[in-house]
């Protein structure tokens, strides 16, 4: 049966399997009305040309302020109510246009390339090292609570210069923002975030130490080229997309090469492959699902289809990284595969700032896991494993293995 005028929900029936349904919008609708779990109507583009395409389209705007407006019309459109929570944390890159994207950009820039990010790598050897410690001798684990998650929050932590004693806050507040389909919580973990966070650049300001939120405290206090809700939205942003990510880079990739035994007896044989490796799990099943919300400032043509001004779109990188045309054989895991140009960091001017800290991540926690752990296995039958309930984020609820003997 064709998809037709069917509506597109993308909803808990999406977000668990949402491959067979992007296969087919692929083939049938590539870029297609639907409507979000929060019942907000967008236009979803499936095809790797046209999500390429659109990710650099300066005719799709990211201003929040514009956007705001939009939102609410919206989102009262449709019953719910679209308080002021998000305007408090929304101020930062990811949600801007040139100019402000770009001055925003350069201060953190320097921060995150693959040459400064290089020195990191003893600090994240050492706390994978600690972590994996700490799994050894266990019979059965949850590789995400255990492992997973804490190398990412550590590392951005530490990088920020924000307190080691907070991170199962940082993981309840930002989990109810990446996954709630209702307003209420999303509210009240922006509150305790915010709050938080301007706290935090209180105390940096009146004591300012050797991390990346004190330099960005400093530039905000010599001039204008960062407000004070910039600031507070900046750290938020570093923090919640720090983490929220490359837990699920590591937790698909360990799950795709468990269910792929050759995949991994290949990386196990060859430990070298490991960085073209990353590049495939990212590609496989990319982390970030949609790329955050883009909207129309005019007409815009896709195919055969024009999606008016003042629309929503979704790009779905999780589908364009599958799509046949670009990577052939797609459903298919190969770690030997050359998956340059896939989308998994998005492209364009908001390409994934922070994608060298998070490959060396992944590498270093994937190689670390393989060696420290031969006969690791998956504690659970794959069809049962849940997957967290967003739209934006590819990644699993829980991801139970049995590490068995250490070497
Ligand atoms: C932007 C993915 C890790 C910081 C993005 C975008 C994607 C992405 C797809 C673009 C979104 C869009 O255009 O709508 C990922 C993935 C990661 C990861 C898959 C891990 C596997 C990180 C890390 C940081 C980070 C570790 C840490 C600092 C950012 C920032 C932006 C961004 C600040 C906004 C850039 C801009 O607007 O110019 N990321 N990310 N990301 N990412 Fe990442």
């Not at 290949?266 to 699902?289: C, I, W």
């Not at 364009?348 to 006969?375: K, M, N, Q, S, W």
């Amino acid at each position: 049966m064709r998809l037709g005028e069917q509506e597109i929900r993308l909803d808990e029936s999406f977000t668990g399997d949402p491959h067979p349904l992007l296969r087919r919008l692929r083939v049938e609708h590539p870029v297609r009305r639907a409507v979000t779990a929060r019942g907000v109507p967008v236009w979803l583009v499936t095809r790797y040309a046209d999500a390429r395409a659109l990710l650099a389209d300066s005719r799709l705007s990211k201003d929040h302020r514009i956007a705001g407006d939009l939102f609410t019309k919206y989102v009262t459109a449709t019953g719910g109510t679209a308080g002021s929570f998000t305007q408090a944390l929304a101020a930062h890159m990811l949600n801007s246009d040139p100019p402000d994207h770009t001055r925003l950009r350069r201060l953190v820039n320097k921060a995150f390339t693959a040459r400064t990010v290089a020195r990191l790598r003893p600090r994240i050897e050492e706390i994978t090292g600690e972590l994996l410690d700490a799994m050894a001798g266990r019979d059965t684990v949850d590789l995400l609570a255990s492992f997973a998650f804490p190398l990412p929050i550590t590392v951005i932590c530490e990088l920020l210069g924000v307190p080691g004693d907070r991170h199962d806050d940082f993981q309840q507040w930002s989990n109810v923002l990446v996954s709630s389909a209702t307003a209420d919580p999303v509210e009240w973990a922006s509150l305790a975030m915010s709050e938080y966070l301007a706290g935090l650049v209180a105390a940096k300001r009146a004591e300012p130490t050797e991390d990346l939120l004190s330099d960005l405290v400093h530039a905000s206090d010599e001039g204008d080229r960062l407000s004070p809700t910039e600031l507070v939205s900046m750290a938020f942003l570093l923090l919640v997309a720090g983490h929220e990510t490359t837990v699920n880079l590591i937790g698909n990739a360990v799950l795709a090469l468990l269910r792929h035994p050759e995949q991994l007896a290949a990386l196990r044989a060859d430990p070298g492959l490991m960085p073209n490796a990353v590049e495939e799990f990212l590609r496989y099943e990319s982390p970030v699902n949609i790329a955050t919300l883009r909207f129309t400032t005019e007409p815009v043509p896709v195919g055969e289809v024009t999606i008016p001004p003042g629309e929503f779109v979704m790009i779905s990188l999780l589908s364009a990284n599958r799509d046949t045309t670009r990577f052939p054989g797609p459903d298919r895991l190969d770690v030997t595969r050359q998956p340059g140009g896939h989308l998994a960091f998005g492209h364009g001017i908001h390409y994934c700032v922070g994608a060298p800290l998070a490959r060396l991540e992944a590498e270093i926690a994937l190689t670390r896991l393989l060696a420290r752990f031969p006969d690791l296995a998956l504690a659970a039958e794959p069809e049962t494993l849940r997957w967290r309930d967003s739209t934006l984020v590819r990644g699993l609820a829980t991801l139970p293995v049995r590490p068995g003997e250490a070497a």
